[in-house]
């Protein structure tokens, strides 16, 4: 009989603490955002995909397909690929794929690169509702960003 009314205690108790903190919570300031209309501000060591980084002069890609970001990367979501370059010194990427969907943003591919050709994007709403659109072709985004500049 006296673990029912134990219980019966513990359990008014536990209404009770609840009951506070919900009274408490009830008149502070709301913190909600409202998404769709607010943009977020992003702290300054967010992490979105990575992205290329272009030669200021020529607007190519810093990249010379040194294969160390792919190899740094552990869970294999870096495919580049390149080609000799017509001047016949180094090589001249080709392909730079990222597949986000596999992507942990561990930053190691861009610890990794030594020619300053990597860095975290500031892109935070990546929605889609097809996987395919996961799969950044990430030259044509550099295109897509150089042509975008005045």
């Not at 930053?107 to 996961?134: H, P």
Request: proline share 5%; glycine share 8%.
């Amino acid at each position: 009989m006296s673990g029912y009314w134990r219980d019966i205690f513990v359990g008014a108790k536990s209404l009770v603490v609840g009951l506070s903190i919900t009274g408490r919570e009830f008149f502070r300031p709301v913190v909600t955002e409202h998404y769709p209309y607010e943009t977020p501000t992003l702290p300054a060591r967010f992490r979105g995909h990575i992205e290329l980084i272009a030669n200021e002069e020529s607007g190519e890609p810093n990249c010379v397909v040194c294969g160390l970001c792919q190899r740094a990367c552990p869970s294999g979501c870096i495919a580049l690929s390149g080609e000799k370059a017509p001047s016949g010194k180094g090589r001249v990427l080709t392909s730079y794929m990222l597949d986000f969907t596999t992507c942990s943003l561990c930053g190691s591919c861009v610890e990794s690169c030594k020619f300053n050709a990597l860095r975290f994007s500031r892109e935070y709403n990546r929605v889609a509702f097809d996987k395919s659109a996961f799969q950044l072709d990430l030259i044509a985004r550099l295109k897509e960003q150089n042509q975008c500049k005045p």
